[in-house]
């Protein structure tokens, strides 16, 4: 199983980005699909996952902000990240759980967001 994430880049604070995760599996029927972040000298954390719950969950630090979506045609997950903050500064993974115990993460995509 292959994950491409792309997206990352330099933004000023107050722009946006959108990232993308391509699988190479399908998403039909797979547990859940989730972004993760780590920042220089931090622990990674999740940042925004979409499961069978009713409701995607996102952190605290990125509600209002940040959207996660999507598109099981295409096998891709998305995150869209509005208001960036340079505390949003981090490597951002992806990680598809396709059961709760079988996971596959993508090789992170850099976003820095800095004037």
């Known amino acids: 199983v292959q994950l491409q994430a792309s997206g990352g880049g330099l933004v000023q604070p107050g722009g946006s980005l959108r990232l993308s995760c391509a699988a190479s599996?399908?998403?039909?029927?797979?547990?859940?699909t989730d972004w993760y972040r780590q920042a220089p000298g931090k622990q990674r954390e999740l940042v925004a996952s979409i499961s069978s719950g009713p409701k995607p969950y996102y952190d605290d630090s990125v509600k209002g902000r940040f959207t996660i979506s999507r598109d099981n045609a295409k096998n891709t997950v998305y995150l869209q990240m509005n208001s960036l903050k340079p505390e949003d500064t981090a490597v951002y993974f992806c990680?598809?759980?396709?059961?709760?115990?079988?996971?596959?993460w993508g090789q992170g995509t850099l976003v820095t967001v800095s004037s």
């Open positions: 599996i399908s998403f039909s029927g797979i547990y859940a």
């Open positions: 990680k598809i759980s396709v059961t709760i115990l079988r996971n596959y």
